[in-house]
């Protein structure tokens, strides 16, 4: 059933779970260190639209590193970024998180696409006066604007860090032999013709309560690694969503949005671009961070993509999956990686 389908990858395929009582509809937890420096305001877009956005770390003028974070699919500017304040102290690293289009304090955009993502991100860093370059981070599905900041706004980034990214089965140059057995493809095509064609019953099905909705760790465990099974359940504030949330006017429909332009036809193809980075200047780099057991996003497409563009600086996480974003760990060797360079050998992928 397409419903179902759908239903399965919202839910598994980005960590959505549903809840029934609809208690748990608060983002995720931010856990960065409480002490840091932290505050939330909105800009005004060019096209009328408000981004609300939040400050982490050391004031911006003090800072020596800036860095724009991309939060994923359901979440928002409060997400979770395991990094403790002497390290950020210790790098003067100042942190810019902002909700995207529909999400939390954001105005929705209904001309969503891959290129107003990137032209969000140009318009905030340039009306926070970020300076001539900044880093970028995504997480999972928080990566097809940073795609989209690679093609448009190359001389504008530092260096990109893409964690667990999402990928979009329609781009060309993916070859048909390495997904055609791949069950999320065909996944990801009865989702996108749903909330296309009849958005009006995906919401109805993932709202009502006359027939039993899918449980994320109990209908869809093929989606998660053990690892990631524990963080969602020793994570109380990882359910995102309830269905009073998905009532809310505008809640669905951003999603929707966000869905349909991630997954779909894309104005370029990424494994086409060159090298944003030729002079290889430490922290001048692309870098994909992917956990070996992913199961929302399998790890042979992110070694392929890595293959494909032999620049970018591949890591891979090795007993872990689709949270890596949740291990302390891995959040430190992001951050040394991208902005001093660093190769900790024990992300090093198998060969």
Not at 35 to 44: A, E
Not at 162 to 186: F, H, Q, T
Not at 194 to 220: C, E, G, M
Not at 321 to 326: A, K, Q, R, S, V
Request: with cysteine.
């Amino acid at each position: 059933m397409i419903i179902k389908k759908f239903t399965a990858l919202f839910q598994s395929c980005f960590g959505l779970s549903i809840s029934g009582s609809g208690a748990a509809d608060s983002p995720s937890l931010n856990l960065l260190d409480k002490s840091s420096s932290c505050s939330s305001s909105i800009i005004r877009l060019s096209d009328g639209r408000y981004l609300a956005y939040q400050e982490r770390g050391v004031p911006k003028n003090e800072a020596r590193y800036k860095v724009i974070i991309v939060h994923g699919f359901g979440s928002s500017k409060n997400m979770s970024f395991l990094l403790s304040q002497e390290m950020i102290n210790e790098l003067g690293i100042y942190m810019l998180l902002y909700d995207r289009a529909g999400y939390g304090e954001s105005n929705p955009n209904p001309k969503r696409s891959t290129k107003t993502e990137a032209s969000d991100i140009q318009e905030l860093s340039e009306q926070l006066q970020l300076g001539p370059k900044f880093y970028l981070i995504g997480i999972s599905f928080g990566v097809y604007p940073l795609w989209s900041c690679l093609r448009r706004i190359p001389k504008s980034l530092a260096g990109v860090a893409m964690v667990a990214p999402m990928i979009n089965y329609n781009w060309p140059s993916l070859p048909n032999e390495l997904v055609k057995d791949d069950c999320r493809k065909g996944m990801t095509m009865w989702g996108f013709l749903a909330a296309r064609y009849i958005p009006w019953l995906v919401h109805w099905w993932l709202t009502q309560k006359i027939f039993p909705s899918s449980n994320v760790l109990d209908r869809n465990r093929k989606f998660f690694c053990d690892k990631d099974l524990e963080v969602l359940k020793n994570t109380p504030t990882f359910k995102l969503l309830g269905r009073e949330s998905l009532k809310q006017e505008g809640v669905f429909d951003s999603l929707r949005n966000d869905f349909m332009a991630a997954f779909g036809k894309w104005d370029f193809d990424p494994l086409e671009l060159s090298d944003p980075f030729p002079r290889n200047e430490i922290g001048s780099s692309l870098h994909i961070w992917h956990g070996r057991l992913d199961k929302v996003v399998p790890v042979e497409l992110q070694r392929f993509v890595s293959g494909k563009l032999p620049w970018i600086r591949y890591h891979e996480v090795p007993d872990k999956g689709h949270l890596i974003i949740y291990d302390d760990a891995v959040c430190e060797a992001i951050i040394r990686s991208l902005l001093l360079g660093e190769d900790n050998p024990f992300y090093r992928p198998k060969t």
